[in-house]
Every structure is written in structure tokens, then in C-alpha cells.
T-cell receptor, first 112, second 115 residues
């Protein structure tokens, strides 16, 4: 079945460091891919998305490119801030069932 | 403002009691979802509904029940058969996949504690 695998955390960085959080997926066809962010005690917020191969999603300095050849959707940011500290989830939407399938989440901690 | 409302934010229940979590959306979305989140784990799908009066089991439906009598509402009942109900529950909604509009919107969650 469809699945999403993302790197385990926590990822600990100093402010202004470069961020990469890896995400790979297994799916039939070409599902839509997402990154969501969750702040403590809250629901999930959409960070960015890509709906077809080679699309690049971007928002608030974060970027991710839909790579069908490597079935990946890695999240990157050139310079993280303390306020980026949160849990990040990679997800896909199954084309046929409409299910949203999430990875286990990666906690990011940014220190000043 | 349009959005998804989950209530209450915190809920305490005694073991053996059924409890119903509310989820309402005014986004005119057809699809709605319930997820469970445990500490250090990802989101696991409990139930989802693509249209009124229809719903499907997700990966961990045992011990839960849902109804979808109205487009706006998708309540989740945690029954006494659920062995480990203490968790953070998240509701989401989306439109059917059409072109580039495929994302889901989430409520703020309900933290259920069973004592």
C-alpha cells in the first residue's frame, strides 16, 4: 500500500543553519505531496504542496521538489529561525481512495 | 471566517464510558477525516468520509464509530471497546481532488484523557 517515510528526529540546529528533512514515498501513480507543520498543542497547518512531478512547492522560505525518479519530497530551508521549531509532517494524498497518508513526523529544534 | 472547529479542546472521561468528539466545518468540503496522534508518533487514520451518508474505515477503526448525516459535521465516538483511547484527535476536511486543489485543512484538535 501507499506509505510515507521521513527521517527521525529530533533535528537540532542553530539559528541561520541550513535545514533538510528527508521524505520518501511509496505510491501507485503520482499522488499529491504535502508538508504540514504542527506547533505545540495545535492542529496541522499546510506548509507547502506539489501536485505533479518536478513541481516545486515553496512557502515562508521552505521549499520541496517532487522527484518522481527518487520518489522523494525533501524539505529544505536555507536559514532557519527559532520560530521554525515545530514538528514537520510529510504526507501524500492517494489518487484513488482520497486517503491522506502521513509520515511519522520530524521534530525540529532551533536554538539561538 | 471559514474553518474547521473541533470541540472541546480538552476532554476527560472515565474508563468504560463512550465519548463523542465534535468536528464541524463551514468550508463546504465533501471529504472529512479523523486521525489519532500519540506522542512521538505520526497521524493514524481512523475513519474518513468522501460524501454525506458514506464513510470508510481507516487503519485503526476498531473501537471507534462515526456518522456523516450532514456535510458540515463528522462526529467521532470513542467507545468503551477502544483499549487505549487517551490521545490527541485531529479532524480534517478537503474538497475532492481537482487539479491543484488537493490539500486538507485541520482543526485544532481534541485532547482526550481517559482516567
Amino acid at each position: 500500500g501507499n506509505s510515507v517515510t521521513q527521517m527521525e528526529g529530533p533535528v537540532t540546529l542553530s539559528e541561520e543553519a541550513f535545514l533538510t528533512i528527508n521524505c520518501t514515498y511509496t505510491a501507485t501513480g503520482y499522488p499529491s505531496l504535502f508538508w504540514y507543520v504542527q506547533y505545540p498543542g495545535e492542529g496541522l497547518q499546510l506548509l507547502l504542496k506539489a501536485t505533479k512531478a518536478d513541481d516545486k512547492g515553496s512557502n515562508k522560505g521552505f521549499e520541496a521538489t517532487y522527484r518522481k525518479e527518487t520518489t522523494s519530497f525533501h524539505l529544505e530551508k536555507g536559514s532557519v529561525q527559532v520560530s521554525d521549531s515545530a514538528v514537520y509532517f510529510c504526507a501524500l494524498r492517494d489518487l484513488y481512495t482520497d486517503k491522506l497518508i502521513f509520515g511519522t513526523g520530524t521534530r525540529l529544534q532551533v536554538f539561538p | 471566517d471559514g474553518g474547521i472547529t473541533q470541540s472541546p479542546k480538552y476532554l476527560f472521561r472515565k474508563e468504560g464510558q463512550n465519548v463523542t468528539l465534535s468536528c464541524e466545518q463551514n468550508l463546504n468540503h465533501d471529504a472529512m477525516y479523523w486521525y489519532r496522534q500519540d506522542p512521538g508518533q505520526g497521524l493514524r487514520l481512523i475513519y474518513y468520509s468522501q460524501i454525506v451518508n458514506d464513510f470508510q474505515k481507516g487503519d485503526i477503526a476498531e473501537g471507534y464509530s462515526v456518522s456523516r448525516e450532514k456535510k458540515e459535521s463528522f462526529p467521532l465516538t470513542v467507545t468503551s471497546a477502544q483499549k487505549n483511547p487517551t490521545a490527541f484527535y485531529l479532524c480534517a476536511s478537503s474538497i475532492p481532488q481537482t487539479g491543484r486543489h488537493t490539500e486538507a485543512f485541520f482543526g485544532q484538535g481534541t485532547r482526550l484523557t481517559v482516567v
